[in-house]
T-cell receptor
Framework: DAKTTQPNSMESNEEEPVHLPCNHS???????IHWYRQLPSQGPEYVIH???SNVNNRMASLAIAEDRKSSTLILHRATLRDAAVYYC??????????????FGQGTTLQVKP | DAMVIQNPRYQVTQFGKPVTLSCSQT?????MYWYQQKSSQAPKLLFH???????NEADTPDNFQSRRPNTSFCFLDIRSPGLGDAAMYLC???????????????FGPGTRLTVT
């Protein structure tokens, strides 16, 4: 299974944009890039996913490098409620896939008021 | 409008005493997953069901079993809990895992298991 590398922690000020990086240099052609986050004392929550093109939804944007070896999750205006552990996960959706998520250690985001 | 429900939220059991955790979903999803998350660690998949087909992860201990009597419910049975099984147990569902589209997973709030 392809691996991802994320910084252990990041800090942001409230109402400022946050860019959370993820490296995945061994990504294969059938790997989707998924982002989940886990707020304190809750189960993980889906944020966004993409394959090749940049993606936007109501929660965030996902910028994917042209060679797909890295990606960045963008929170456009961080709020205190965005403080969480953010997981960047590669999910193999090729033949034989089971949809399973292999979580790395993630990035703990702290948001300062 | 809870979609993935886990009961109980907190469970205390004694060393060696069998315990069952439950998960139910209102999403009518085909796939149900069980993850284990130990303190300060990332979630780790134990097994999953696609409909009635059970798939065990290679490194899941035999002490852990699962049942899915119908689409809505899935149970995690720990036959003889040890101190090392204390963790948060997370249930998740997904519509499918089609190769054509990458479906997201919906997680429940988890059950925190304490073993005394």
């Amino acid at each position: 299974d392809a691996k991802t590398t994320q910084p252990n922690s990041m800090e942001s000020n409230e109402e400022e944009p946050v860019h959370l990086p993820c490296n995945h240099s061994t990504i294969s052609g059938t790997d989707y890039i998924h982002w989940y986050r886990q707020l304190p004392s809750q189960g993980p929550e889906y944020v966004i996913h993409g394959l090749t093109s940049n993606v936007n939804n109501r929660m965030a944007s996902l910028a994917i490098a042209e060679d797909r070896k890295s990606s960045t999750l963008i929170l456009h205006r961080a709020t205190l409620r965005d403080a969480a552990v953010y997981y960047c996960i590669l999910r193999d959706d090729g033949s034989g896939n089971t949809g399973k998520l292999i979580f790395g250690q993630g990035t703990t985001l702290q948001v300062k008021p | 409008d809870a979609m993935v429900i886990q009961n109980p939220r907190y469970q205390v059991t004694q060393f060696g005493k069998p315990v069952t955790l439950s998960c139910s979903q209102t999403l009518n999803h085909n796939v149900m997953y069980w993850y284990q998350q130990k303190s300060s660690q990332a979630p780790k998949l134990l097994f999953h069901y696609y409909d009635k087909d059970f798939n065990n992860e290679a490194d899941t201990p035999d002490n852990f079993q699962s049942r899915r009597p119908n689409t809505s419910f899935c149970f995690l049975d720990i036959r003889s809990p040890g101190l090392g099984d204390a963790a948060m147990y997370l249930c998740a569902t997904s519509r499918d895992f089609s190769a054509e589209r990458s479906y997201e997973q919906y997680f429940g709030p988890g059950t925190r298991l304490t073993v005394t």
